[in-house]
């Protein structure tokens, strides 16, 4: 399995401001994916993350107010913009393992909005 | 697109005993279709899967059935224990194309002591 590391874990953030959430996977990769989990609920997608060019985003998400970048084979940022308390959720990182062809997850960032 | 309902969405069961969470899915070309479970605070773990061209799986006290004809699939506990409870998400997706995971809205499952 491949292992996830993501940054930072948790953050409390004020309104209006901007914060990046780091990925980075112990192996090259050919799909990673960011998912949004807000309290209580279940993961939605937000994005595919495409690496070396923009990112495909899902119904309801947009590039404005979640800019992704994928350098390379191994990492990506996700960038949650002018935040709101409506954004205090759980992101996470996903990456299909080539080896196993298996979905797993990063340990997520909790993210808390005031 | 995909679209992916789960039941119950709570279960309350004696440890011992066995539980039972159900799935439908939508699109009749998914071919793979995972279970997590997500204690609090912590984040989905991969538990068991199954693929398409399997009807039953299993692992120790844990088996995932599939019946492709009906789109539904369905995980199994048996022999519950506390360290059980938790959120358990079953998911479905298009393998080799997308790969992108859609999630049913979750089962809180609590075993009791």
């Known amino acids: 399995s491949a292992v996830i590391s993501q940054k930072p874990s948790r953050d409390i953030c004020q309104r209006g401001t901007s914060l990046t959430i780091q990925c980075q996977v112990d192996s090259q990769v050919t799909m990673m994916f960011w998912y949004r989990q807000q309290p209580g609920q279940s993961l939605t997608l937000i994005a595919t993350a495409n690496q070396g060019s923009e990112a495909t985003y899902e119904s309801g998400f947009v590039i404005d107010k979640f800019p992704i970048s994928r350098p390379n084979l191994t990492f990506s940022t996700l960038t949650v913009s002018n935040m709101s308390p409506e954004d205090s959720s759980i992101y996470l990182c996903?990456?299909?393992?080539?080896?196993?062809?298996?979905?797993?997850f990063g340990e997520g960032s909790w993210l808390t909005v005031v | 697109g995909e679209n992916v309902e789960q039941h119950p969405s709570t279960l309350s069961v004696q440890e011992g005993d066995s539980a039972v969470i159900k799935c439908t899915y939508s699109?009749?070309?998914?071919?793979?279709f995972p279970w997590y479970k997500q204690e609090l605070g912590k984040r989905p773990q991969l538990i068991i899967d199954?693929?398409?061209?399997?009807g039953e799986k299993k692992d120790q006290r844990i088996a995932v059935t599939l019946n492709k004809t009906a789109k539904h699939f369905s995980l199994h506990i048996t022999e519950t224990q506390p360290e059980d409870s938790a959120v358990y998400f079953c998911?479905?997706?298009?393998?080799?194309?997308?790969?992108?995971?859609?999630f049913g809205s979750g089962t809180r499952l609590l075993v009791r002591p």
């Open positions: 998911a479905a997706v298009l393998m080799d194309s997308s790969y992108k995971l859609i």
């Open positions: 699109d009749s070309a998914s071919n793979y």
């Open positions: 996903s990456v299909e393992a080539n080896s196993g062809n298996t979905i797993y």
């Open positions: 199954i693929r398409s061209n399997v």
